[in-house]
């Protein structure tokens, strides 16, 4: 695979109810910072699944090469009980921060350290102390990342340098936007 991470080629999805997501999909990640880019619900996520292999695609081919380290969007937390339930409202955004940055900073410090990280909106339940300690982790990793994030700011920050846009169920590269 030379030295791409991710190479997809003619990748679709669809639900199990026939419901389109993504559509012929070809594209590969290597090195660098790759942020996928679109409104919510055409597909980023998915996406994301499909490369940590949580999903199957549809129809096409995906290969990993290397090691991925995978946050999603959503973190586990206690069975069906959301934070709130588990630790009274006061402690949710301190819990969320926990939660966040120790789920993070596991990625980051797995053995062997991940070729890829996937992040999914990794800055949604963090204050501005834990975005800040999250950009900083993100500049000092060597690796590539794929990135989903509606904040231009971070993404800059992080000096994502490659955008994927992602409307239609069909992916194409655009240029990175200035901040």
């Known amino acids: 695979m030379s030295d791409a991470f991710v190479a997809c080629s003619n990748l679709s999805f669809s639900w199990p109810d026939d419901t389109p997501v993504l559509s012929d999909l070809s594209f590969t990640v290597t090195t660098g910072r790759t942020g996928p880019v679109a409104p919510n619900g055409a597909g980023k996520s998915t996406l994301l699944k499909l490369i940590?292999?949580?999903?199957?695609?549809?129809?096409?081919?995906?290969?990993?090469?290397?090691?991925?380290?995978?946050?999603?969007?959503?973190?586990?937390?206690?069975?069906?009980?959301?934070?709130?339930?588990?630790?009274g409202v006061d402690?949710?955004?301190?819990?969320?921060?926990?939660?966040?940055?120790?789920?993070?900073?596991?990625?980051?410090?797995?053995?062997?350290v991940p070729h890829l990280l996937l992040l999914d909106e990794p800055t949604n339940n963090l204050d501005l102390a834990g975005a800040g300690q999250l950009e900083s982790a993100l500049n000092s990793y060597q690796g590539a990342f794929m990135v989903i994030s509606h904040d231009e700011r971070f993404l800059a920050e992080i000096g994502v340098n490659r955008r994927l846009r992602l409307a239609d169920g069909t992916l194409t590269e655009t240029g990175v936007p200035e901040v």
Request: charged share 15%.
């Open 52 to 87: 940590a292999g949580e999903l199957r695609p549809r129809t096409g081919s995906l290969s990993v090469d290397g090691t991925l380290g995978y946050l999603p969007q959503s973190l586990p937390l206690a069975g069906d009980l959301v934070v709130s339930e588990v630790l």
């Open 91 to 112: 402690a949710v955004i301190r819990a969320l921060d926990a939660v966040e940055s120790a789920t993070l900073a596991c990625v980051l410090c797995a053995e062997p």
